[in-house]
């Protein structure tokens, strides 16, 4: 059958029913809807909270760069992303990829907000490469996810070996005296409601940012915590007896 007759064959067919498609539609959006709502936390500073109240200040064409590791999880789930915005991350998990990512986006895009998602771990081993945007006129704003560890590591430990920590306690320099040194903008962050306002001055300062995000090493991702994993774990040997 010729490509033309074919076509005129099945022109009128119906494929796909499409109330059902509807309905599966509407509800997987609802479901990424009440995903994005910040879950209940009691903690000073709520990091879902936080990236939900400043995306109203976020342009539309705002690039985010992601570093490996659970702080992630945060700009992922509870920040919503639509062209022509962007987000950039490595396919294989290179520690140390979100700052020189942010630098390289500023640089080629000097117009566009770029925010750097990077934990205290990955920010110390390219996280000098911030030094390139000052020399050459970009402007990323690093947001450092700092909890003292290398935290998707020590949830892996605690869910397969818990309470036994090895090797990913941190212990950072003076982030802040760091970035200034550097020529950056920069503070520290510890509560819920400093974030927007220092997020805002960090865009308006119109020049390389770091913004030190104190975390609760207990709140290992956006969906766990340390002493969850631990009750897993001790619940799963038990019941292997």
Request: glycine share 8%; aromatic share 8%.
């Amino acid at each position: 059958m010729a490509p033309e007759s074919f076509a005129r064959a099945v022109a009128d067919c119906r494929w796909v029913d499409t109330h059902r498609w509807q309905e599966w539609l509407n509800a997987a959006r609802q479901d990424y809807l009440d995903d994005t709502k910040a879950p209940a936390y009691a903690g000073e500073l709520d990091m879902a909270q936080a990236l939900i109240n400043v995306q109203e200040i976020l342009p539309e064409d705002v690039i985010v760069t992601l570093d490996a590791g659970n702080h992630t999880g945060w700009g992922q789930r509870f920040l919503r992303y639509g062209r022509p915005g962007r987000q950039i991350g490595s396919t294989c998990g290179a520690m140390g990829y979100s700052v020189p990512a942010a630098v390289a986006a500023s640089l080629r895009f000097p117009e566009k907000v770029v925010l750097s998602f990077v934990g205290d771990g990955g920010f110390m081993m390219s996280g000098q490469e911030i030094a390139t945007a000052v020399q050459h006129g970009g402007k990323p704003i690093i947001l450092l996810f700092n909890n003292g560890s290398y935290g998707t590591i020590r949830m892996h430990q605690e869910r397969e070996h818990p309470e036994r920590v090895v090797g990913t306690d941190l212990v950072n320099p003076n982030f802040v005296s760091m970035a200034i040194s550097l020529g950056l903008y920069a503070e520290t962050i510890n509560q819920t409601q400093d974030f927007k306002p220092a997020l805002e001055r960090a865009i308006a300062a119109n020049r390389p940012a770091l913004l030190e995000i104190k975390t609760d090493p207990e709140l290992i991702s956006t969906r766990t915590t340390i002493d969850a994993l631990r009750h897993a774990a001790h619940r799963r040997r038990k019941a292997l007896g």
